[in-house]
Each structure stands twice: as structure tokens, then as C-alpha cells.
């Protein structure tokens, strides 16, 4: 099974870091969530993967070899990215050929199943698809390469709301047939709220959390009661943020509660869903670091 | 099926209710095969470990089986094994809730059964 | 590495792009006069006004030109499909030196069989490399092997300065591109001006001249009798300095820019 160790990787691009020293294992039949907010470096981070860009410090190694202009290593991963690399004048068709040339093990039964799903005519060139349909082509050879490890970057950019479905529907379908490592970046935590078993969490340029999601589900709290209580209830602890109406409060904890604690009967813990934590981690009111 | 993915509850566990609520309404009879993690994991979108972590809930229940390369099959008792078990969790799951909610409406006891009496159209 | 699998793609694609342009050009050079001429009706035509003798060079020297200078498309392409740098450099490196050797093959081939029919060929297959060189051993066939080696050199020499200029550019956006571009040869003019008049910087092309005539291997003999090796050894080392240079402006890709 392949992985991917990135060490130190920092990323500057004149004088804004974009990474800071971020190390990360990718590693067995996983899907991992790259959440993180515009401009948080998530991008980035894919393309050093790829070596799409160098990073400024920091390796990645993938099965153990480094990944710069190494062929063997960068040919186990397939990055799906919103910039569009292949020729414009190059049918549909044509450009599934190609990649099989260098990915060998191409589905092509499945890449024709899915251009007719997703009615993207094959004998159409790349540079007069729409954006969405762009985006859509290149989900489909994403599915259908036999890499072993899958990097999307914002693969529903542009697809209209059914799309969007099919597609995550086709990913789920193709992940349980062949299980590998899938990274999915993007801001839309619902859309993939019940796919990823791995959250990866980008702010400033750090990894801020690198943790399953159901470990991560599982120490965040909602805290909801009359505003003294609550506060009472929760000083001290590791509150990310909090929702109030009136008198009435909701306190989100990430962390462990504090079992010694009595809890009054006005007020009630809650677990909370991913893109409330995510919205509490990511909007800057959260300043404590994770112990 | 319908799974919430903004509830706080865990969709391995909603997983495995929706499942056992379908067996026990009969959407899926008994030794009839249950759609597979993959068919379940495609239309709702969910990861096939959670999908499978949920089915596993209901087979140490032993309310499904999994037959070797066919897939997950109802057990003959499984609606019966629900039955008996939702009747167990009837007191604290509704009665208990009741009398609470009641105390904070000031409803005493005999309000409560002749609601009740109502409700099964007795009165 | 996946050389070999680049080398074979891009060799095909190379060369389909190479025959479409031969047809192009003998559509427009060939074909379209002569209909004009049969249209326009009633003048004496020969077949060997519609053959000239160095079609197939024009086009192969302007194909590697715009062959050699784009690089950046075929990167891109390549780095989605998971191949490094070097060794898409090495492939295009390869597929130059093989399209440069087929096509002058190739043009020789057509040479040869237009020979006795075109009136324009003055007997010369090797060209000016021919008619400078091919007198210099006593061995004819060295005579006639050495000036077709420089020919390749040559063309070499000349598509490396091209892929030199294009990997260089394909390291900027746009923007800085077009400056270049146009800010590069307006350098120069703007040089000549100034200095048009300036005796010492006249002076100096008469020391350029002295350097060029040893790279043309003019050793006081007569024309054909000139020294092959020198422009041999020169050929070499430019094309390998900006072969070199190519190289290393390659390693520095990326995408986004």
C-alpha cells in the first residue's frame, strides 16, 4: 500500500508563507477530508504533493522515494486540480487515451460509463467545454486512473447540483470497489460531511488538525443553556465559539469535558455536526492552541 | 432511508437505525438480503467503513447475518428480537419523558391516563 | 524514469505535426501556384518552376523553430500525467535530434529524386556545408559524410537556441513574456543607434569577425578545402551550453507559474 510522507514542508511565495512546516502521513484505504478556508494553502499543498511547484523547504516522499521529478513516485498519484493542463485541442477521447499511455490500468469501461451519466459528449475538444464540463472530464479520468493515490482539488467547482450528487456518488461507488487514498479539498464541508473518514484542517498555513473524524466528533460539545450556567459550565475548558440568543447560550467545546463538573438540569451537552466545528475552528475566534 | 448529516449523532449509529427501523417495519423481511455497503454507501453518500461499522451494530445484535459472498441477510427473528427490545426501552424512551414533561406542564396523574385513555380512543 | 514511454509519444506527436506541416507547405508552394498558373490559363509551365530544391529544408528549420521554443504545454502536460522534468526534457531532447536526422534524410531523399527534374539544383545535395567542406580529406566518403554531420549540428545548434529562448520564457507569465519579446530586440536597435557611430565598438566586430571565420574553419585555403573540425568543436559546445541552459531553465518549471 502506498504512502506519502511530507516532512517539513513550508511554502513561501515572496514574502507570504503560505505553509508553515507541515508534516503529514497519507496512508491506506482512506478518504481524507483538506478542509480549510479560502486561501488557506490547501491548494498549495496538493501541487507541492505533486511537485506541480516546489516547496521552498521540506520533502515529500512517496513509497519512501522523494517525489521531485521522479517519475515512479509521481506516477502513483493523480491530482484533479481546477487548472487545466491538457491541451484544448485535444478530444475527450483522445486525452482518456493519453493518460492511459501513462497511467496504465486506465478504466476506460468505466470513464465511458460515466461520460454518459454525466452526457459529456467524448468527440467534443477540451477547450470548448464549459468550465463545469472541464471540471466534470477531469473528475471522471480522476475515477478512472489506476493511481493509488487520488488528490481532488474542489472537484464539484462549476458542476450543478445534480452533478455534484453524481459525482460524490460515483466516488463513493468506486472507493468501495477499490479502496485507496482519496484527499478531497474543499470548502463545502456538507457535501462531504459523510465521506471523509480523515479531517485535515488547514488554517494560516499550519495543519491545525490531523485527526479522524469520528475521534474529532467525539470531544466536540454544544453546551446549551441559560448564559450563566453555560459559562459557569464551561469556564476554563477549550470553548472555540459560541451562539447566543437572549439570555440564552451555546457554548462549542472542543476537547475533553470536565467529568468533576456537576451539570445543571437547565442546561444540555450536545454533540455538534463537522461543519459547525469547522466554521468555530476556522473563524478566528479560537485562539487557544490544542494541548 | 434518510440520513442527517448536522445531527449530533454519530452516522454509524443512524446508520444502524435506519436499517433496523426498516427490518422492523418489514422493508427488508426476514432472510431477504439487505442492499449491500457499497449499494448504501453510492446512494447516501457515505463513507463504506461507516456504512459497515453501523451493519456490524446489527449483526452483534443478531438481527442480520452476513452470508460469505452474497452479502448481509435478515435473520428470521430479527423483527421479533426489535419488538421485544424497543418494548424493553418503551418506559425510559417515552413514559419516563412524559411524566417529566408533564411535572413542568403541572398535569398530575390522573390528567396523564385519561390523555392516555383519549389517545387510544377509549374515552 | 518513463523515457522511453515520453520519447514514444512525443516522437509520435512530433512527427505527425511535422508531416502536416510538409503538407501545409507543399499545398501552398507547390499546389496552389500551379493551379493559379493553369487557371490564369495558357503560359509555358515546367515542373521544376513549382519544385524548389530547398522545400523540405525551409520547413523542417521552421518547424524545429516553433518545435524547439514551445515547452511549456507539453510540461504541463506532462506533469498531469505524473512525468517529471528531466525527463520530459530528455524525450524533447531526443525527439529533436530524431526530427532533425529524419528530416534531413527525408529532404535528401526528396533531393535526389528531384534532382533530374528540377533545373534549380546545381548538383549540391549537402549545401553550403557541402560546397565549404567537402574537399577537405582525401576520402570521399568522409567528404561527403563530415558536411552532412555539420548540417545536423547545425540544425541542432539552431533549434537549441530556440528551445533555450522558449524554456527561458516559459518561466515568466504572460505579461513579462511580451516584455521580453519586445524589449530585448528594442535593446539592441537602441544599442546600434547609440553606438552606430563609435569607431572602438565598429572595432570590435572586426575582432567578431576574426572569431567567426575560425568557427567557419576558413584556413586561407580555397572554399571547400575549409577545416570541418573547427566548426565541429564549435557546433558542439553551443548547442551544449544551450542545450545545457535549457535544461536547467526546465528543472525550474512549475504550474501554476
Excluded at chain 3, 570521399?140 to 533555450?164: D, K, R, W
Excluded at chain 3, 580555397?222 to 531553465?249: A, D, K, M, R, T
Aim: with cysteine; aromatic share 12%.
Amino acid at each position: 500500500m502506498t504512502e506519502v510522507n511530507l516532512t517539513q514542508i513550508s511554502k513561501k511565495f515572496g514574502k507570504s508563507t503560505v505553509l508553515k512546516q507541515i508534516d503529514l502521513t497519507l496512508a491506506g484505504q482512506t478518504i481524507y477530508g483538506l478542509l480549510g478556508r479560502n486561501g488557506a494553502g490547501k491548494s498549495t499543498l496538493l501541487n507541492i504533493i505533486e511537485n506541480r511547484i516546489p516547496a521552498t523547504s521540506g520533502s515529500v516522499q512517496i513509497d519512501g522515494e522523494d517525489n521531485v521529478n521522479n517519475d515512479l513516485a509521481l506516477g502513483k498519484v493523480y491530482l484533479m486540480s481546477e487548472q487545466n493542463l491538457y491541451s484544448n485541442s485535444a478530444k475527450v477521447d483522445q486525452i482518456f487515451r493519453e493518460t492511459a499511455l501513462f497511467y496504465p490500468g486506465f478504466d476506460f469501461e468505466l470513464a465511458h460509463q460515466l461520460t454518459n451519466k454525466f452526457e459529456l459528449n467524448e468527440n467534443l475538444r477540451f477547450g470548448k467545454l464549459s468550465t463545469g464540463y472541464r471540471a466534470v472530464m477531469k473528475d471522471i479520468i480522476a475515477l478512472a486512473v489506476d493511481a493509488e493515490v487520488i488528490l481532488l482539488d474542489e472537484p464539484t467547482l462549476g458542476l450543478d447540483a445534480a452533478h455534484r450528487e453524481l459525482f460524490y456518488q460515483e466516488l463513493m461507488e468506486a472507493y468501495a470497489k477499490r479502496p485507496r487514498i482519496f484527499v478531497i479539498s474543499t470548502h463545502l464541508i456538507e457535501e462531504i460531511a459523510g465521506l471523509i473518514e480523515h479531517v485535515l484542517l488547514l488554517k494560516d498555513g499550519k495543519m491545525m488538525l490531523n485527526d479522524t473524524t469520528e475521534n474529532l466528533l467525539a470531544q466536540s460539545y454544544a453546551i446549551t443553556g441559560p448564559e450563566k450556567q453555560v459559562q459557569e459550565y464551561t469556564a476554563g475548558l477549550n470553548v472555540i465559539g459560541h451562539d447566543s440568543l437572549g439570555k440564552l447560550r451555546s457554548d462549542y467545546v472542543f476537547g475533553e469535558l470536565d467529568d468533576q463538573r456537576i451539570l445543571p438540569d437547565t442546561v444540555s451537552v450536545e454533540g455538534i455536526d463537522l461543519q459547525k466545528l469547522f466554521i468555530n475552528l476556522t473563524n478566528g475566534q479560537w485562539e487557544k492552541e490544542r494541548a | 432511508m434518510q440520513f442527517n448529516f448536522n445531527s449530533s449523532e454519530p452516522l454509524y449509529l443512524q446508520v444502524a437505525a435506519q436499517i433496523e427501523n426498516a427490518i422492523f417495519l418489514g422493508s427488508f423481511a426476514a432472510n431477504e438480503q439487505i442492499p449491500s455497503t457499497t449499494e448504501i454507501s453510492r446512494d447516501f453518500k457515505i463513507n463504506p467503513a461507516t456504512v459497515l461499522k453501523g451493519m456490524n451494530i446489527l449483526v452483534n445484535d443478531g438481527l442480520i447475518e452476513k452470508k460469505r459472498g452474497l452479502g448481509m441477510f435478515v435473520l428470521a427473528d430479527a423483527q421479533e428480537k426489535i419488538r421485544v427490545k424497543r418494548q424493553n426501552e418503551f418506559f425510559h424512551d417515552y413514559i419516563q419523558k412524559m411524566i417529566v414533561e408533564a411535572r413542568n406542564l403541572g398535569l398530575g396523574k390522573e390528567a396523564v391516563i385519561s390523555l392516555v385513555e383519549k389517545g387510544f380512543g377509549e374515552k | 524514469m518513463k523515457l522511453e514511454k515520453v520519447f514514444k509519444y512525443q516522437l509520435r506527436q512530433g512527427l505527425k505535426s511535422l508531416g502536416w506541416t510538409m503538407v501545409w507547405a507543399v499545398a501552398l508552394v507547390i499546389v496552389l501556384p500551379f493551379i493559379f498558373v493553369i487557371l490564369s490559363g495558357g503560359r509555358q509551365f515546367t515542373v521544376e518552376d513549382f519544385l524548389p530544391f530547398q522545400l523540405l529544408d525551409i520547413v523542417l528549420f521552421v518547424f524545429l523553430m516553433i518545435y524547439s521554443a514551445q515547452t511549456y504545454d507539453g510540461f504541463q502536460l506532462m506533469i498531469q500525467n505524473g512525468i517529471g522534468r528531466k525527463t520530459f526534457f530528455y524525450s524533447r531532447l531526443l525527439t529533436i535530434v530524431t526530427l532533425a536526422l529524419g528530416g534531413h534524410i527525408l529532404s535528401i531523399i526528396y533531393k535526389l529524386l528531384t534532382r533530374p527534374i528540377n533545373v534549380n539544383a546545381e548538383g549540391r545535395i549537402l549545401d553550403v556545408f557541402g560546397e565549404l567542406y567537402d574537399h577537405f580529406f582525401s576520402n570521399g566518403l568522409l567528404n561527403q559524410l563530415l558536411p552532412f554531420v555539420l548540417l545536423i549540428l547545425f540544425t541542432l545548434c539552431f533549434a537549441a537556441s530556440f528551445m533555450f529562448a522558449g524554456s527561458f520564457l516559459s518561466l515568466f507569465e504572460k505579461k513579462i513574456q511580451m516584455l521580453i519579446i519586445i524589449g530585448i530586440p528594442v535593446c539592441l536597435i537602441l544599442t546600434v543607434i547609440f553606438f552606430g557611430n563609435n569607431q572602438a565598438f565598429i572595432s570590435s566586430f572586426s575582432w567578431g569577425g576574426k572569431v567567426i571565420r575560425w568557427i567557419v574553419g576558413e584556413n586561407g585555403s580555397s572554399v571547400g578545402h575549409f577545416n570541418p573540425w573547427n566548426p565541429l568543436l564549435s557546433g558542439l559546445i553551443y548547442s551544449g551550453i544551450l542545450f545545457g541552459g535549457s535544461y536547467y531553465f526546465n528543472l525550474k518549471l512549475k504550474t501554476p507559474k
